[in-house]
C-alpha cells in the first residue's frame, strides 16, 4: 500500500534501502512494510531543504498562498483515498478519518491566507530623517515531528503554517501511520512547490530525528508527542539554539456543576471520550461530577457507552476501534487493574474486547476514583472515564488544576457568571464552556506546563515559523 510513495527528497520519491513493517491494530497482522530512512536520507533531506529555502521565500506570500490552495483542492479531490488510508493504520471509524481529513485540508485553506498577511509596521524614529521598519521572514529549515493518534490532523498544522511562513520542512510522521503523511505530501508535489520545500522521512531515531536535532541549519522544530520526548527535545535543542514549539500531553478536567444540563452534557461527553478509543490528548480524563447529579450522570454515561458498537473502522457501523497497537492494550488494561484494586469501581467495560484479534478494549467507566489513582492522576489515553465526585466550585476548581499537565479543561453549566469564573480559575491553554470543540484551524491550539509551548492554529500558528527584523533608515 505504500508502494507507489516512500520517503520523499528534493521533490521525488525513493524506496529507500531499509524498510520496516506496520501492523493492522484491527487484525494484529502486517498491513505492509514501509521504507525507512538511514542517515543518509535524512541528510539529503536536509541539504534539499536548504536548497529550496531561498526558492520559497522568492514566491512571496502570494505565490506561497495559490500553491497552497492548489494543495487542497489536491487533498479535496483524494479525500476518499486519505480516509481509507487513516482508517487501515488507526483502526478509528470512517467517519472520523474522513473528518480528519476535512480538518487537515482546512489547515492550508486558512494558512494559504495567512500567507498574504504577514504584515510589518513603520515607527517614528527619535533620529532625525529616520524611520524603524519592522518586517517578520521565515525563521528558516524547520523539522516537524509527530505522533501517530491523528495521522492527518499533525502533519497539516506543522506543514500548512511552516509553508505559509516560507519555511522549508523535513517532516518525520510516526512509522506506525506513515502512509496518510505520504499522501497529503504527494499532494503538495503536485502542487507546484521548489523541490526540497517539503521532504519525508521515516525511521528510527538514531537515523531521522537525531540528524535534524544536530544540524544547525534546522531552525525551528515543532513536536506533537509526550512530555518526556518535549523535554529531550529541549535539551537537544539548545545545542543549536533552534526555535522550538510543542503539543505534549493532556489530562483534561470535565466538570459537570450542579445547575448543567445534564443530557446535553452526556450526548456530548461520551462520544468525545472514546472517540478514536480514547486516544486524544484534549480528551476528558477526570469527570468532576456534582454530588446532586453525580448518580444520575452515571448511569446516562454508562448506558450510552454500552451502545458502542466496537469493529473495525472501515465498517460504517463500527462506533469505535481498537488501540493502536498491543503495548497500549497492556497499558490500558493494566490502568484499570490498578484502579480496581485501589478501591475504585468498574460501573461498565473494562477488558479487552471479546474479539480473537486486534487491540480492542471495551469502553470502560470506574466511579468512586480518588485524585492520587494512577488513573486520574496520570494521562490514561485510553478509553476510561475515570469518575469523581465534589461538592463545592473552589473545591472542584482546585482539584482539576492539582495536575502538572495544562493542555485543555472543561465545564458544563448554565450560568455565565459562573461559566467566566471557572475559565479564569483553570490553568489550561484551551477551557470548553458547555463544548469540547477546540480545535480549528482559525484558533490557536496548544497547552501551558508540561503540556507544551506555542500554538497551532489562528493567526498565532505562524507566528512561531517568522522572525522579526528591524531596520532604522536615515536619509
Not at 493492522?24 to 505492509?32: C, E, F, H, I, W
Not at 514549539?245 to 478536567?253: D, F, H, I, V, Y
Not at 457501523?317 to 493494566?334: D, F, K, S, V, W
Not at 490498578?338 to 471479546?354: I, K, P
Request: overall charge negative.
Amino acid at each position: 500500500m505504500y508502494h507507489n510513495f516512500g520517503l520523499f527528497i528534493g521533490g521525488a520519491w525513493t524506496s529507500g534501502t531499509a524498510s520496516a513493517e506496520v501492523v493492522s491494530p484491527v487484525t494484529g497482522k502486517l498491513l505492509a512494510e514501509v521504507p525507512v530512512a538511514r542517515i543518509g536520507d535524512t541528510r539529503a533531506a536536509l541539504d534539499a531543504a536548504a536548497a529550496a529555502l531561498p526558492l520559497l521565500r522568492a514566491m512571496g506570500g502570494f505565490g506561497r498562498a495559490d500553491a497552497l490552495h492548489r494543495a487542497a483542492d489536491e487533498m479535496i479531490r483524494r479525500a476518499d483515498e486519505a480516509a481509507r488510508m487513516i482508517c487501515l493504520e488507526t483502526g478509528k471509524p470512517i467517519a472520523q478519518a474522513a473528518r480528519e481529513w476535512v480538518l487537515a485540508c482546512d489547515q492550508f485553506r486558512w494558512y494559504a491566507e495567512e500567507a498574504r498577511r504577514i504584515y510589518g509596521r513603520i515607527i517614528d524614529s527619535r533620529v532625525p530623517g529616520g524611520r524603524f521598519e519592522v518586517t517578520r521572514e521565515a525563521v528558516g529549515i524547520t523539522g516537524a515531528f509527530t505522533a501517530w493518534n491523528f495521522p492527518a490532523a499533525l502533519p497539516a498544522r506543522k506543514l500548512a503554517p511552516a509553508l505559509a511562513a516560507g519555511c522549508p520542512v523535513v517532516l518525520r510522521p510516526s512509522s506506525q501511520t506513515p502512509g496518510v503523511a505520504m499522501v497529503m505530501v504527494d499532494c503538495l508535489r503536485a502542487a507546484g512547490l521548489p523541490d526540497g520545500a517539503v521532504n519525508l522521512v521515516i525511521g528510527a531515531t538514531g537515523d531521522t530525528y537525531a540528524p535534524i536535532m544536530a544540524d544547525a541549519r534546522v531552525r525551528k522544530v515543532s513536536l506533537t508527542g509526550s512530555t518526556r520526548i518535549g523535554q529531550q527535545m529541549i535539551r537537544d535543542a539548545a545545542d543549536t539554539v533552534k526555535k522550538v514549539s510543542m503539543e505534549l500531553g493532556g489530562n483534561a478536567p470535565l466538570i459537570v456543576y450542579d445547575d448543567a444540563d445534564l443530557e446535553a452534557a452526556l450526548d456530548v461527553a461520551v462520544p468525545t471520550k472514546f472517540a478514536n478509543c480514547g486516544q486524544v490528548c484534549v480528551t476528558p480524563d477526570r469527570f468532576f461530577i456534582h454530588d446532586s447529579l453525580h448518580d444520575a450522570f452515571v448511569q446516562g454515561f454508562v448506558a450510552r457507552a454500552a451502545r458502542i458498537r466496537l469493529g473495525d473502522g472501515l465498517d460504517p457501523a463500527t462506533g469505535m476501534g481498537p488501540l493502536i497497537n498491543a503495548g497500549r492494550l497492556a497499558e490500558i488494561e493494566a490502568i484499570v487493574q490498578d484502579a480496581v484494586a485501589a478501591g475504585a469501581t468498574l460501573a461498565h467495560g473494562g477488558r479487552r474486547a471479546d474479539r480473537n484479534q486486534g487491540f480492542f478494549f471495551e469502553p470502560t467507566v470506574l466511579t468512586g476514583v480518588s485524585d492520587d489513582m494512577r488513573v486520574f492522576a496520570e494521562e490514561n489515553f485510553g478509553p476510561i472515564a475515570a469518575i469523581t465526585r465534589f461538592r463545592d466550585e473552589d473545591e472542584v476548581l482546585a482539584r482539576a488544576n492539582a495536575s502538572e499537565m495544562g493542555l485543555s479543561a472543561y465545564a458544563f453549566t448554565r450560568s455565565p457568571d459562573r461559566a467566566r469564573r471557572t475559565v479564569a480559575a483553570l490553568k489550561a491553554g484551551m477551557v470548553g464552556i458547555n463544548s469540547f470543540a477546540m480545535a480549528a484551524s482559525e484558533a490557536p491550539f496548544g497547552g501551558t506546563n508540561h503540556s507544551g509551548m506555542g500554538r497551532e492554529g489562528g493567526s498565532e500558528g505562524i507566528g512561531d515559523y517568522l522572525d522579526t527584523k528591524l531596520a532604522q533608515i536615515v536619509f
